[in-house]
C-alpha cells in the first residue's frame, strides 16, 4: 500500500492574485475614466468650435440683413469693419471689402468663450456677394403720359450726356428728347433747340401699367426701399466733410465734382420720397427722388440722376437735371417747362443712381467658404 503524498502549502497565492486583479482593474477603470475625459473634452472641444462657426456665420448673415447705403457707397479696395456682439464673451469681427463695381467679399471671424483660455476657439469664414439693383430704363430725357408743354430758352436733349466734372462713365447711346403715348398732344415751342433729339410717340406708355412697375420693381416697392422721406420746405444741400458724409432729410448727396464740394458725400445716392406735392427753389442731389404728387422747381436746383412723378411737373427758372425725368401725369395734369431749365439724358448718372439701390445677394457659384 502506497503512501500518501504530502501535499506543499501556497502560502500568500491568493493574495498575489487579488493584487494583479485589482491592479488589473485598476488599469481598466483608469483607462475608462481617461477615455471618458478624453472623449468630454473632445466633445466640449467640439461644442466650443461649432460655437465659434456659429457666432461667424452669424455675423456674416447680419450683414446682409442690416446692409447700409454707407457701405454700398465704398470705393473699390475699401474696408469697413465691425464687431458683432452675440453674448458676453461670444463676438465676431466682420469685415467688408468691395472687390469692384458689383462685388464684395465678406469675411466673418466668430470667437467664443473669449477669455477662458481651455475653451477658447475661433472659426472664420467669408462669402461673395453681388449687388442686385432696380432697372428703371429711360427710354428718352423725358417721358411723360400726358400733355407736355415747352417754352422759352427750355434746353432737352437726347443726347447721351457726363454730367460735369464726373469720371468714368462709358459712351452710351443717344436717344429722344421726349416720349409720350400715341396721340398725346406735345408743343414744342422751338424744336431744334429744346427738343435735341426729337419726339417720339412710344406705344408701350399706353399700357395700364406704364411707369408703375418697372421689371421686378413697383412704383411701391421703390417707395419702401426710400432712405428719405422728404417734408421739409427747406432746400436739400450735401453736408459732410471730405471723407464723411452726414446723413439726413435735406443731404441728397453731392452731385458736383470740383472745388466746394462735399466729397464724402459723392458716392450717396439716396433714394427720396415726397408723399405728397413737392416744391423746389433752390439747392442741389442726386439718387432717385419719387414724388407722390406734383413737382414744381425754380430757381437754380440741381439734380443728377432719375425723377418720378405721379402729377403735373412744373420747372422755371434755371434748374439743370442730368439723367431723367418720368412722369405718370396722374388726373390729366400735364408737364409745363419753362424759363431756361435744362434737361440732360444722362445713363451714367441714372446706372449710378440705381446702382446705389442694390441689394447684395450671395454669389450663384462658390458664394460661401470656411477658412479655418
Not at 163 to 186: E, H, Q
Request: proline content about 5%; some cysteine.
Amino acid at each position: 500500500m502506497n503512501a500518501p503524498r504530502l501535499v506543499r502549502e501556497r502560502r500568500g497565492s491568493a493574495l498575489m492574485f487579488v493584487i494583479i486583479a485589482m491592479v488589473l482593474l485598476a488599469v481598466l477603470s483608469l483607462s475608462a475614466v481617461m477615455g471618458t475625459m478624453h472623449e468630454f473634452k473632445a466633445g466640449r472641444n467640439m461644442l466650443s468650435q461649432q460655437r465659434a462657426l456659429t457666432i461667424a456665420e452669424y455675423g456674416l448673415n447680419g450683414q446682409l440683413a442690416n446692409w447700409t447705403a454707407a457701405r454700398t457707397a465704398l470705393a473699390v479696395g475699401a474696408v469697413d469693419s465691425s464687431n458683432v456682439v452675440v453674448t458676453a464673451g461670444d463676438t465676431a469681427k466682420v469685415a467688408v471689402m468691395r472687390l469692384n463695381g458689383t462685388t464684395f467679399l465678406i469675411t466673418s471671424l466668430g470667437r467664443s468663450s473669449v477669455g477662458n483660455g481651455q475653451l477658447e476657439s475661433q472659426r472664420q469664414v467669408s462669402m461673395l456677394v453681388r449687388m442686385s439693383g432696380p432697372s428703371i430704363p429711360a427710354g428718352s430725357a423725358l417721358t411723360s403720359l400726358g400733355e407736355v408743354e415747352t417754352q422759352g430758352s427750355v434746353a432737352i436733349t437726347g443726347k447721351s450726356t457726363t454730367p460735369p466734372g464726373w469720371l468714368s462713365c462709358p459712351t452710351s447711346r443717344d436717344t429722344f428728347a421726349i416720349s409720350a403715348p400715341p396721340g398725346v398732344k406735345v408743343a414744342v415751342q422751338k424744336p431744334a433747340s429744346q427738343a435735341d433729339g426729337g419726339v417720339t410717340a412710344d406705344s408701350k406708355l399706353s399700357a395700364a401699367n406704364a411707369l408703375t412697375t418697372f421689371g421686378t420693381e413697383t412704383w411701391a416697392s421703390l417707395v419702401s426701399r426710400a432712405n428719405i422721406t422728404y417734408t421739409s420746405k427747406s432746400n436739400p444741400s450735401p453736408t459732410g466733410t471730405i471723407t464723411t458724409c452726414s446723413y439726413g432729410a435735406t443731404n441728397w448727396g453731392e452731385p458736383s465734382r470740383g472745388g466746394g464740394s462735399v466729397i464724402g458725400c459723392q458716392n450717396y445716392f439716396p433714394i427720396i420720397y415726397s408723399p405728397g406735392d413737392l416744391k423746389l427753389t433752390g439747392g442741389r442731389g442726386q439718387g432717385l427722388l419719387i414724388v407722390d404728387g406734383g413737382l414744381t422747381i425754380t430757381g437754380n436746383f440741381e439734380f443728377v440722376g432719375l425723377i418720378l412723378v405721379r402729377d403735373a411737373v412744373q420747372i422755371a427758372g434755371t434748374p439743370k437735371i442730368y439723367g431723367a425725368l418720368m412722369t405718370r401725369s396722374q388726373g390729366g395734369s400735364k408737364t409745363d417747362l419753362q424759363g431756361n431749365m435744362s434737361l440732360s439724358y444722362s445713363p451714367c448718372a441714372i446706372s449710378k443712381a440705381m446702382g446705389a439701390q442694390a441689394l447684395p445677394t450671395r454669389s450663384k457659384h462658390r458664394s460661401w467658404v470656411q477658412l479655418f
